[in-house]
């Protein structure tokens, strides 16, 4: 993991404290995964999905989109479209679809910002996941 820089270990990895390797390579990868989030995801809508995701207890949404609705109610037509992609990434990804790629591309040009879109949502998913194990 040395072609990443050397970062902190997020309060939520602590899980990863007992192994140096370990602990180390997940905060590198969580530097570079927020990273790439700041660069493909408005503030507004990372808050969004934050908030959201924190609150969250596990349970798959369903097969509806209508929470996807209501989460992202109060952010601007830019930022929903944006926003569906990152909610639906972090916990219902059976539900992206073509429909829901393109309506991001729309407003975000570049495969990298797509890649670091999907990427900063999921891993804000697993890492909400990952509280829910005990600190080594």
């Known amino acids: 993991m040395k072609l990443l820089p050397e970062s902190e270990l997020p309060a939520d990895l602590a899980w990863a404290k007992g192994s140096p390797n ?25 808050d969004c999905v934050v908030k959201h995701v924190q609150a969250w207890d596990g349970r798959d949404p369903g097969l509806g989109r209508q ?5 992202i109610r109060g952010l601007g037509e830019k930022s929903k479209d944006i926003g569906r992609l990152v ?31 999907l990427a900063w949502g999921s891993f804000t998913a697993a890492r909400k996941i990952g509280t829910w194990l005990p600190a080594s």
Do not use: C, M
């Open 22 to 46: 370990i602990a180390g390579g997940f905060a590198r990868f969580a530097a570079a995964i927020d990273t790439a989030g700041k660069a493909a995801i408005p503030e507004d809508v990372r």
């Open 67 to 71: 929470w996807v609705e209501e989460v």
């Open 87 to 117: 909610l639906l990434t972090a916990l219902a990804p059976y539900q992206v679809d073509e429909g829901i790629v393109n309506a991001f591309t729309a407003h975000s040009i570049g495969n990298d910002r797509l890649l670091g879109a």
